[in-house]
């Protein structure tokens, strides 16, 4: 069928749009001088002191011990949830319920979250972030999980009650596997919106242990040196390595299957 | 579900003793957690609505409709309004661009076709405020934009594109176009291109073709990418705040400053309940036409 | 059958839940309630303490400390300091005013802040046996209006605000805020103007001849009705990076703190504007909720020591309300930086900054409507 033509100008506007300022980002990383402006010469100086600012590591500590653990929470929760909701009720409230929080506004959450943590009196740390990452992230690990359920073949536990099995041991020995590819993508999405997550944390982290992405933006409020596009560099790197092995890894244990 | 046939009451109720473990083992946990940390944080919320702000900020448990009438005031229904309008104007720009995007991406080879969607998310993956700053940096004075175009000789002094609402609407756009692209995608990936050349041998024009045919059917991706576009920019704060240069006010930021600045905690969650209502007329819009398409 | 009951009743309860947590801890949010603490009532610290038992976290804004501070009173007081930062009040007290236990001991916040934390009862009256040191400070830092007598502040920094301008890119020096609001074509869209509400009101304000403390809606109205009409000749709202558009150039004359603009840069100047300005002071204060309040006051007292106060005014080119310490700075810094040259009669031509209680709320409506107009 004929294609216009026309129809290419979006679609490289769209790609150039978005790369444009990556591709500056990671250049200007190189930068042997401090403005972000002029490019002085190659250099990789601003790694160097990127690898040494004690608050950056700090942060990032801090995100992947929130991310790790809300995770991990959002994984169990998310999973036994999405199964009670396939297999033990047909309410579509409590459907709702689950997804709620992926499609409320991150920031009314947010609020929502600092009100209660000050109502109940508690201390503000990296715990009321995870506690809040959590939220979410089980929201979305539900989400996916409930794909992978729902018109799914269900004869392998009915087969498995019919022998006398109870739902425990069915869940555990025959769901649970067939369910893996659904809550490793779970997991994994959860872990990356957690490991991002701004505007939860900034509302909710103390002063003393700021994430990540609470430390970047001071850093941009603060005005910054090309040190700012070297950590920019470096997460775009490990996001990029992350996937490709994440793609070889699946296409390695689905030849194996 | 098929049970092998039961008989005396002891079993019955045996299973539904069972049934009823089960749920609770399955939906209880996940269930509590969000009522703790999602329905009562939001009842608090809302509960504030109807209480005042204390002398240095606190909160006065007092019931008054205050909140509400001052959510009326113009001053606010216009920040409401204009925030409307940005985050509209972006979600069309970001339709505009994205439905060709997803259209053409849908059209490539096997291979190209993961190449193309990964290039599309892979941005995403650089932290999301870096990326403004990266636009900032676009976008200043001593730019890069400006100083091409000056080196070119297109202008003689730089333009001002920094710190305006035309920025807001293009940092909104770039944060949030792949969330566009990616479900159109998936909505066009699924039609029947026979459908399309069964209309186009009928004699309908590519045109006529795109109205009558593709776009109805891929109605539903579209409004679901509007939708994933529209609900973060709509409450943002952060990219006013960076590209606007302190010059615009969105609901996000007028929510941010109740919070963080004036201290208004029952303002605020007026505000916030504002925010959702208007959020969810527009989702019960968004499920009432997808169940019409 | 059980599934449904459970569901309908499920809302009404998490209201009703909502609703009684909220209630009960009305009980306890003593936070507006209280009248402010009088000194009498302040627990009695001990003034030997063992400080390597305790720790002090500070929270102060970026670069306004040396970098070195931790190691010295590592050295000095025997305790780890822990630096954390704010970008402005209102960040700071957006946590401290949160209800929540933020893990803070010793606050910097400005003057008219302090004196709102207090009221709403979260500061520590201070113990003046274990701040001798006290007796540094000028007398006039003693007396200033939102805390006479350092009841719950002690004074760190004070100076005023005005313009701070290029003078390669000015074809003349700005002499009023009328200059900053409507600038000279060189200047018009390379203006900034500060985000903060009292000081975004203030170059109008004082345009006008009014007091930085007026409560009055005539005056205010005015006061907006400048600040809107400069706003499109305005390149951006900024508190904290207007320093360095500056030196880059994207801007040409701002609003600046007089100690955070760049004069050691040999095109920039600042001037305080002929109508006035304001007399703004950071304080530091110990929070209520510290356990670590020796440790705090000790760390108060290490600042105003003479040698130490001077070396930090020396670090970050602000004024100090030490008469000592300024004495001791280095003459050249002094020279070479005319804000640092203003005498403590010179600061008090300003107008001190006081928080305005249920008023301050028509400052952040001016703000507000300052910011949204198009």
């Given at each position: 069928m004929r294609r216009s033509r026309l129809l290419y100008v979006p679609f490289w506007a769209a790609y150039a749009f978005l790369y444009t300022p990556i591709v500056v980002l990671v250049v200007m990383?190189?930068?042997?001088?401090?403005?972000?402006?002029?490019y002085e010469g190659f250099s990789l100086d601003w790694y160097g002191v990127l690898v040494q600012n004690a608050k950056i590591r700090e942060g990032l500590v801090n995100t992947l011990v929130v991310a790790v653990g809300s995770t991990v929470l959002a994984t169990v929760l998310g999973t036994l949830l999405a199964v009670g909701l396939a297999r033990h009720t047909r309410s579509r409230t409590l459907d709702a319920l689950s997804v709620l929080p992926a499609v409320l506004p991150d920031l009314v959450l947010a609020i929502g979250l600092l009100v209660f943590y000050a109502t109940i009196k508690s201390t503000l740390g990296l715990h009321s972030v995870l506690l809040a990452h959590t939220v979410f992230g089980m929201a979305f690990v539900t989400a996916v999980v409930r794909t992978r359920l729902t018109?799914?073949?269900?004869s392998l536990e009915e087969a498995s009650r019919d022998l006398g099995a109870t739902p425990f041991t069915t869940f555990l020995r025959v769901t649970l596997p067939q369910l893996a590819p659904g809550i490793t993508a779970g997991a994994l999405l959860a872990f990356t919106l957690s490991i991002d997550e701004f505007v939860i944390a900034y509302f909710t982290a103390a002063p003393t242990t700021p994430t990540l992405p609470i430390v970047i933006y001071s850093m941009v409020r603060f005005g910054v040196t090309p040190e700012i596009n070297a950590l920019a560099t470096l997460l775009l790197l490990v996001s990029f390595t992350a996937v490709i092995v994440t793609q070889r890894m699946t296409r390695l244990t689905e030849s194996l299957s | 579900m098929t049970r092998s046939a039961v008989s005396g009451a002891s079993a019955r109720s045996r299973a539904r003793r069972s049934r009823a473990l089960g749920r609770l083992v399955f939906l209880g946990p996940g269930l509590i957690y969000l009522l703790v940390l999602l329905l009562i944080p939001l009842a608090l919320l809302i509960s504030f609505t109807v209480f005042r702000r204390g002398r240095f900020g606190g909160v006065i448990y007092e019931v008054t409709g205050q909140n509400f009438t001052r959510l009326f005031d113009p001053l606010y229904l216009e920040i409401l309004l204009g925030s409307l309008k940005l985050a509209t104007i972006a979600t069309l720009i970001a339709l505009l661009i994205g439905y060709p995007t997803a259209y053409l991406i849908a059209q490539l080879p096997r291979k190209w076709k993961t190449i193309a969607l990964v290039a599309i998310v892979l941005?995403?993956?650089?932290?999301f405020l870096i990326r403004i700053y990266a636009w900032i940096i676009l976008l200043s004075g001593p730019g890069l934009v400006n100083s091409t175009l000056m080196d070119l000789g297109l202008i003689d002094k730089p333009l001002?594109?920094?710190?305006?609402q035309g920025t807001i609407v293009t940092g909104l756009i770039y944060s949030y176009l792949p969330l566009m692209v990616l479900p159109l995608y998936a909505a066009i990936e699924k039609l029947d291109p026979q459908l399309r050349e069964a209309s186009a041998n009928l004699g309908a024009s590519p045109a006529r073709t795109f109205v009558s045919v593709t776009l109805p059917l891929t109605l539903p991706g579209v409004l679901t990418g509007c939708l994933f576009v529209f609900v973060p920019s709509f409450g943002n704060f952060i990219i006013p705040e960076l590209l606007g240069g302190g010059r615009s006010v969105m609901v996000g930021n007028l929510i941010r400053d109740q919070f963080l600045?004036?201290?208004?905690w029952p303002f605020g969650s007026t505000l916030a309940l504002a925010l959702i209502a208007v959020l969810i007329v527009l989702l019960l819009l968004q499920a009432w036409s997808a169940r019409r398409a | 059958m059980s599934r449904t009951r459970y569901t309908r009743r499920l809302p009404a309860a998490v209201l009703a839940a909502g609703l009684a947590l909220a209630v009960s801890a009305c009980g306890g949010e003593a936070a507006d309630s209280a009248a402010p603490v009088t000194a009498a009532s302040a627990a009695q610290l001990d003034?030997?303490?063992?400080?390597?038992k305790q720790s002090i976290t500070i929270s102060v804004w970026?670069?306004?400390?040396?970098?070195?501070l931790p190691q010295r009173i590592k050295d000095n007081l025997k305790t780890t300091l822990k630096v954390t930062e704010h970008a402005t009040n209102e960040d700071i007290m957006a946590k401290l005013t949160s209800?929540?236990?933020?893990?803070?001991?010793v606050a910097f916040v400005s003057g008219q802040y302090a004196q709102a934390l207090n009221e709403a009862g979260l500061l520590e009256q201070l113990s003046p046996e274990l701040i001798p040191?006290?007796?540094?400070?000028y007398p006039e830092a003693k007396e200033l209006s939102y805390d006479k007598g350092n009841v719950f502040s002690v004074p760190y920094t004070w100076g005023t605000t005005g313009i701070c301008y290029r003078t390669d890119l000015m074809k003349t020096a700005p002499t009023s805020w009328n200059d900053l609001l409507d600038p000279p074509a060189e200047a018009v869209k390379k203006v900034t103007m500060m985000t903060t509400e009292r000081w975004l009101a203030l170059p109008a304000i004082k345009a006008l001849g009014y007091s930085v403390n007026t409560r009055s809606d005539e005056e205010l109205a005015k006061v907006k009705a400048k600040l809107e009409e400069a706003k499109s000749k305005l390149l951006k709202y900024e508190d904290v990076t207007f320093g360095d558009m500056l030196k880059s150039g994207e801007a040409v004359m701002v609003e600046a703190w007089d100690g955070w603009?760049?004069?050691?840069?040999?095109?920039i100047e600042f001037v305080v504007p002929k109508e006035g300005s304001d007399l703004w002071v950071d304080t530091m204060v110990v929070l209520?909720?510290?356990?670590n309040k020796e440790a705090g006051h000790a760390f108060i007292n290490y600042i105003l020591d003479p040698k130490v106060h001077s070396w930090a005014a020396e670090n970050i080119l602000y004024k100090v309300p030490n008469k000592a310490a300024m004495d001791a700075m280095n003459p050249k810094l002094k020279a070479e930086n005319?804000?640092?040259?203003?005498?403590p009669s010179d600061l008090l031509k300003g107008e001190s900054i006081i928080d305005l209680g249920e008023d301050s709320a028509k400052f952040t409506r001016l703000a507000t409507e300052v910011t949204a107009k198009q």
């Open positions: 990383s190189f930068n042997a001088g401090e403005s972000p402006y002029v018109g799914a073949d269900t | 941005p995403f993956w650089t932290n001002e594109l920094l710190y305006n600045k004036a201290r208004d | 003034p030997n303490a063992d400080l390597s970026e670069g306004y400390t040396p970098e070195d209800g929540a236990d933020t893990g803070l001991d040191n006290l007796a540094n400070l603009c760049p004069t050691t840069e040999k095109n209520k909720s510290s356990k005319a804000p640092l040259q203003m005498t």
